[in-house]
């Protein structure tokens, strides 16, 4: 395999759950190659240096493999290699979130009656 669409490559790579968000990421620019925004259909090549934002981690990641199909995470681990520098800032980032709990990280959407409930009785002091 010699070449494989941007947008499929994440997908395999497991950066994007599917490839629709790897293509809105790309579309909206959060993701580059060699410092320049692409498009979906651009065919990513051995040796580039790709720019990933997938909304929670940020990565700089060399190209070392091409995959147009979903595999395993360890095999999927083996077509990039992550930069010093993305591994350090992602440690970082990792153990701010840990430090500092985000109070809305755990709303999922509407709250429930047994919710509703629970805050009620702490806001009431029952």
């Not at 929670?56 to 990641?61: A, H, L, N, R, Y």
């Amino acid at each position: 395999m010699d070449n494989v669409r941007i947008d499929k490559w994440l997908w395999a790579a497991r950066f994007f759950k599917t490839r629709n968000l790897a293509i809105d990421a790309i579309d909206n620019g959060k993701v580059k190659i060699n410092g320049d925004r692409v498009k979906p259909a651009r065919l990513v090549k051995l040796g580039e240096k790709l720019y990933i934002n997938n909304g929670s981690d940020e990565w700089d990641v060399l190209v070392v493999g091409l995959s147009d199909q979903r595999q395993g995470a360890p095999i999927a681990r083996t077509l990039y290699e992550e930069s010093e520098e993305s591994l350090a800032r992602r440690a970082k980032e990792a153990e701010r979130r840990k430090l500092f709990h985000e109070p809305a990280a755990d709303l999922k959407g509407r709250p429930t009656k047994r919710d509703r409930r629970a805050r009620d009785q702490i806001d009431h002091g029952e």
